[in-house]
Nanobody, 123 residues
Framework: QVRLVESGGGLVQAGGSLRLSCAAS????????MGWFRQAPGKEREFVAA????????YYADSVKGRFTVSRDNAKNMGYLQMNRLKPEDTAVYFC????????????????WGQGTQVTVSS
């Protein structure tokens, strides 16, 4: 069992930055790859970024590549998503999740999820 709690969301103007955090507890967090997804009202949950268990590999959706950076600190059981040059279309609830098996970009590959944190970008 892994429990995940996101924080760091909020309201920001377009062009601004936010840093989301994901605090993990329970089973060994460092054994798992982790991902970030987001869901806007009326839309399906979509992949944002993922990072391997060792932080040796990272993956990004095309829509955020070059603006967002995913990282983790296994010693602290923490994951992070640094979001720069935010756009109104980045507005969504952001979730962190721990990978079970399968593709990094598919939500059904992830077994444990946080409750989400709201990010709102005003124009």
């Amino acid at each position: 069992q892994v429990r995940l709690v996101e924080s760091g969301g909020g309201l920001v103007q377009a062009g601004g930055s936010l840093r989301l955090s994901c605090a993990a507890s329970g089973r060994t967090f460092s054994s798992y790859a982790m991902g970030w997804f987001r869901q806007a009202p009326g839309k399906e949950r979509e992949f944002v970024a993922a990072i391997s268990w060792s932080a040796g590999s990272t993956y990004y959706a095309d829509s955020v590549k070059g603006r967002f950076t995913v990282s983790r600190d296994n010693a602290k059981n923490m994951g992070y998503l640094q979001m720069n040059r935010l756009k109104p279309e980045d507005t969504a609830v952001y979730f962190c999740a721990v990978l079970s098996i399968g593709s990094y970009s598919q939500a059904n590959s992830y077994h444990y999820w946080g409750q989400g944190t709201q990010v709102t970008v005003s124009s």
